[in-house]
């Protein structure tokens, strides 16, 4: 029984392995569960509304709430609903309504109600749990979580204590990364970590699936070509190519440079895209030229989100570096012309002066 049990966790992915119970194994965001912890202990939970992007603890921290809270009682005491799925006004009427509406036979505490992704449930079934929040305040507390707070109604949010739950900090990231490194007994390149930590873009979620899958599909050695090769991200020379290519070649041969890199290396146009907006950074554009570019590739990302051709979207991007390096080549003409008309105007003022 101990080894079959063993087998099974083994077999979890280290996002469910590894996620906290308590509320000591958090790693960040202390203020936060500071403020939740004072309001347990006072028996004061408010309604609360979490928000921020994925992976950042957002569901770690309520479940870890209710474990204190209930301890073994938990699974009857505690309903957890992914809104994305039960999203409809008829969910918050049946499912919510009965389980907020009922007491448990010689329990006195009060039941919570978690309903992730909350952001994707319709105006109107917001709107319906508004009305069950206020009609079961006495018997329930309601955790509401979303990446977006702006696609809460205002009705539901005012109605919430809201707590955002910002990105986590990579020196947050690392411990907790080499804690289940040193558990899992892998080996790991520095240059390997250090891509699990820049892929991961603080989102401990991401960061472990990387983690995880770069080490099962390179018998438990991570190292940095392995991180990009199982995620399928354009490494650092994959970019230095494409922006050789882009401010150097002719448009029909950056595209096919690009065309051929995308083929042999299976990248996706959009992650090309986004990380040479990275890349761009450290270039030195006049501003006119930048803001232009990144306006040019701003629309090519749009339109590869609304399902449009990569080709096409390709020729685009490839179109756009064109424009920019003319309009660089014109600026760099105009210095020199005026540069040029500005020593001859000294020269003959020098003359005239003799």
Not at 55 to 64: D, F, P, Q, R
Not at 214 to 223: C, G, H, T, Y
Not at 276 to 296: C, G, I, M, W, Y
Request: charged share 25%.
């Amino acid at each position: 029984m101990a080894d079959k049990l063993q087998e099974e966790t083994e077999a979890l992915p280290w996002i469910e392995k590894y996620r906290p119970q308590k509320l000591d194994d958090l790693v960040a965001h202390d203020e936060i569960v500071a403020t939740i912890r004072k309001l347990v202990d006072a028996n004061r939970l408010p309604h609360l509304l979490f928000y921020g992007p994925p992976g950042t603890g957002k569901t770690s921290t309520i479940l870890a709430v209710a474990r204190e809270m209930y301890g073994s009682s938990m699974r009857s005491m505690v309903l957890e609903m992914n809104a994305s799925d039960a999203r409809g006004i008829d969910t918050v009427r049946n499912e919510i309504s009965n389980f907020a509406g009922t007491r448990k036979l010689f329990s006195t505490g009060i039941k919570l109600v978690i309903l992730d992704e909350a952001d994707n449930m319709t105006k109107d079934a917001q709107m319906a749990l508004r009305r069950v929040i206020e009609k079961y305040a006495s018997n329930a507390r309601f955790c509401i979580i979303c990446n977006y707070a702006s696609k809460i109604i205002p009705a539901l949010q005012s109605r919430c204590t809201r707590f955002r739950f910002a990105p986590l900090k990579t020196q947050l990231v690392v411990g907790r990364v080499k804690e289940i490194i040193a558990k899992e007994e892998l080996e790991v390149s520095e240059a390997g970590l250090d891509a699990v930590l820049k892929l991961g873009e603080g989102d401990m979620r991401k960061v472990l699936n990387i983690l995880q899958s770069s080490s099962l599909a390179n018998n438990r050695k991570v190292d940095e070509a392995a991180v990009y090769r199982c995620t399928g991200k354009p490494t650092a020379a994959d970019i230095l190519a494409c922006r050789s290519a882009l401010f150097s070649e002719s448009v029909s041969e950056a595209f096919q440079t690009m065309r051929n890199l995308q083929v042999t290396k299976g990248l996706a146009l959009v992650d090309i895209l986004q990380a040479l907006h990275e890349d761009l950074k450290a270039v030195k554009f006049a501003p006119s030229t930048r803001v232009q570019l990144l306006k040019h590739m701003a629309e090519i990302e749009y339109n590869l989100a609304s399902g449009t051709s990569e080709t096409l979207q390709l020729g685009a991007l490839v179109g756009a570096f064109f424009i920019s390096r003319r309009q660089m080549q014109d600026g760099v003409a105009a210095a020199a012309a005026g540069s040029s008309s500005s020593a001859s105007s000294s020269a003959m003022e020098i003359s005239n002066a003799a």
